[in-house]
């Protein structure tokens, strides 16, 4: 065994013969690695939908999506990723429906489309889902979702367990709907209480909406970065 690993869990690798060596936790047989980036990559493609399936262990982004319409990830799960579980970039109605994502390494689901100029929406969406513990490697701005660009939506969700923020907003005419947020900013702050107008907020902050009173220490989990408008409606706080 390679001297520099020295107790359960740790593992060494040797680039020039291409060997790894692990201490293992438990004496079992064999042992699990993964090398691919994603395990599900969609560009270009139409109504789709991954239905009962679960996704794990990819280092990158597990599951990627790019410019494709009605591409659906249903009933399933995606753990154990390197980066974030879900990322969707341009096309429309693409999105999580009743999944569970845990255990990614820098935020959940990132939904980024639609035209800020024509303000035409992209509808991505987390629907019916439950996104949690998902800051492994970067805990300061990954959130659990982040929505970006024009009309994406959050609803009948739970977000929770995070070092920071739950929801991180840029864009126009997102949507926070019938969610519950609970257990987040544990562990890092400079984040605002969201959704009603303060005029004192200091003119150097990049952020437009604070709950009144404005008090940035008392924080709620979600960021609106230079946002113009977002709807949230039924929503539950508990424990941020």
């Known amino acids: 065994m390679n001297p520099c690993a020295v107790q359960a869990g740790e593992y060494v690798v040797n680039h020039q013969s291409k060997t790894a060596f692990l201490i293992p936790h438990t004496p079992a047989a064999t042992h699990e690695a993964t090398v691919a980036t994603s395990l599900l990559s969609v560009d270009g493609a139409a109504n789709i939908t991954f239905d009962g399936l679960s996704f794990r262990g990819a280092r990158g982004a597990c599951v990627v999506i790019r410019n494709s319409t009605g591409i659906v990830i249903s009933n399933g799960g995606i753990t154990d990723c390197g980066m974030s579980a879900f990322n969707v970039t341009g096309g429309s109605n693409c999105g999580l429906l009743n999944v569970d994502v845990v255990r990614c390494g820098t935020g959940g689901a990132v939904l980024d489309g639609g035209d800020r100029q024509t303000l035409t929406e992209a509808n991505h969406f987390v629907r019916e889902s439950r996104l949690r513990d998902s800051n492994r490697w970067v805990m300061n701005y ?91 409606d039924a929503n539950s706080w508990l424990h941020v």
């Open 142 to 232: 990954a959130p659990l979702v982040l929505m970006a660009g024009v009309g994406q939506r959050v609803e009948g969700s739970v977000l929770s367990d995070a070092p920071q923020t739950a929801v991180f907003v840029q864009g126009n005419s997102h949507k926070l709907l019938n969610s519950t947020i609970r257990d987040v900013v544990q562990q890092c702050d400079d984040v605002c209480r969201p959704l009603i107008p303060c005029t004192h907020v200091p003119a150097c902050l990049p952020l437009l909406y604070y709950l009144t009173p404005c008090d940035a220490y008392a924080v709620w989990g979600v960021l609106l970065w230079a946002r113009l408008d977002i709807q949230r």
